[in-house]
């Protein structure tokens, strides 16, 4: 089905067409269900004569007809009709303004996955300017924009009575920091860290969640020169530890695993080439479920195969250090397959974690990247409750942190 279908039922004189709307409540009426296909075509009758009643159902079966078919044109083709659909609305229809951003949504979705990147960023540009900034910030920090990413951040995001929630506190901070606004970056964490603290005291959120955070913000700290600060947040973190390994999490959770995989996979960014509007990376911070393009999120998955080609080749060279980074670049991405497609058993992961620790110790004189495999491996640890493992883990990890960092002489 295309756009390019006949759709009008008019005569030349621009009067209905009586037999064909008799036809399409016929079908409609009739005792076998029409397909979607005969749906659609009956609606697009119907609504030249009842819009108000018809247009709705239209804008439905053409969404229903979308998940019945894969190719990604006709998907656009379908949106694109859809959201002309929705557009018609009269305007005294209930949740109209929010029917229209659905229909825009959904049409930028079917745009990316069709390999249609400006259209669809055209599209958030749309639902920004109403107000839906959210996809357009996403898809900026995708191409490398984060000081524009950032800017919309600010604009948009205000204390009040409705304060962001704290997966949009971790993108503000995550595009503050990539724009080079690192302080600010780092106030807008610490506000997620203090109400989770806050959350913990009340029984009302997850140790877990926590310590990830509290450990993405000690890099954080430790990357703006403020070992102190961040010295206490990882004694904070190995404290919250030592009370996982010795009572369990006071409240039962469930779910919680994407706050570890989205701040790992922030934490691995540095590792990542630059994104460009020609080769736009994953907006990290972003939860993959919540907002990362289908284009990106397939180019980012694909990339695994080579990625495991490098390691292989990597294995017989004498470039150890490479290795280790190329392992952390794979493992991240490993780790989110894992807690995206059904977290299965962790026999299928902890693998990978073990290997990092193994590579980063015959990496002799260099401290920090053994302290991060262990570290990663602690928190892959948490994500799936063998606390007094992770405990041990990060306890080495802070140790080998806990001596200054060395001066660097510039010539």
């Keep these: 089905m295309h756009q390019t279908e006949n759709r009008g039922h008019m005569g030349d004189t621009g009067e209905i067409d009586h037999d064909a709307v008799m036809r399409a409540r016929v079908m409609l009426l009739g005792s076998d269900r029409p397909s979607s296909r005969e749906e659609i075509e009956a609606y697009r009758i119907l609504a030249e004569v009842s819009p108000r009643v018809y247009l709705p159902k239209l804008a439905h079966a053409l969404i229903k007809r979308g ?3 894969r190719d990604p044109e006709v998907h656009v083709a379908l949106h694109a009709e ?3 659909v929705v557009r018609r609305y009269d305007a005294e229809t209930p949740d109209r303004e929010e029917e229209l951003h659905r229909a825009l949504n959904r049409y930028q979705h079917s745009l990316f996955a069709a390999g249609r990147r400006a259209e669809g960023r055209a599209v958030c540009e749309e639902l920004a300017e109403a107000g839906r900034y959210g996809r357009l910030a996403i898809v900026l920090a995708e ?14 995001i205000v204390p ?16 503050l920091d990539a724009a080079g606004r690192r302080e600010e970056a780092l106030e807008v964490f610490g506000r997620l860290v203090d109400e989770d603290r806050r959350k913990v005291a009340e029984d009302r959120a ?20 403020r070992r102190e600060e961040e010295a206490g947040a990882r004694r904070e973190t190995l404290a919250l530890l030592t009370r996982l390994a010795r009572d369990g999490e006071p409240v039962s959770w469930s779910n919680i695993q994407a706050c570890w995989s989205t701040l790992l996979v922030l934490s691995g960014r540095s590792a990542e080439p ?27 998955f694909a990339s695994i195969p080579a990625l495991e080609r490098r390691t292989a080749a990597l294995r017989e ?3 150890l250090h490479g290795l280790v980074v190329a392992h952390r670049r794979l493992t991240v991405r490993r780790a989110l ?4 497609y059904g977290r299965r058993d962790e026999d299928a992961l902890r693998p990978v974690f073990d290997e990092g620790v193994i590579l980063a110790r015959r990496l002799t004189g260099d401290p920090g990247a053994l302290a991060r495999a262990l570290t990663d491996r602690s928190m892959f640890l948490v994500a799936v409750q063998r606390y007094g493992e992770a405990r041990a883990d990060f306890a080495e990890a802070t140790g080998l942190q806990s001596d200054p960092p060395p001066i660097v002489t510039r010539t």
Excluded: N
Excluded at 144 to 155: K, P, T
């Design 67 to 69: 998940w019945e078919l």
């Design 82 to 84: 859809a959201l002309d």
């Design 143 to 156: 191409e490398g924009c984060h000081a524009e990413a950032a800017e919309l951040y600010d604009r948009h």
């Design 337 to 340: 397959q894992w807690e995206s």
């Design 160 to 175: 009040g009575p409705a304060d962001p929630s704290e997966w949009t506190l971790i993108e503000w901070a995550a595009e």
């Design 274 to 300: 630059a994104a460009t509007p020609d080769a736009p990376l994953p907006a990290f911070g972003v939860h993959l479920v919540h907002g990362w393009s289908p284009d990106v999120r397939e180019e980012y």
């Design 206 to 225: 997850p140790l877990a969640c926590l310590a990830w955070k509290l450990e993405q913000y000690a890099g954080m700290l430790r990357a703006a020169g």
């Design 317 to 319: 060279s004498d470039d």
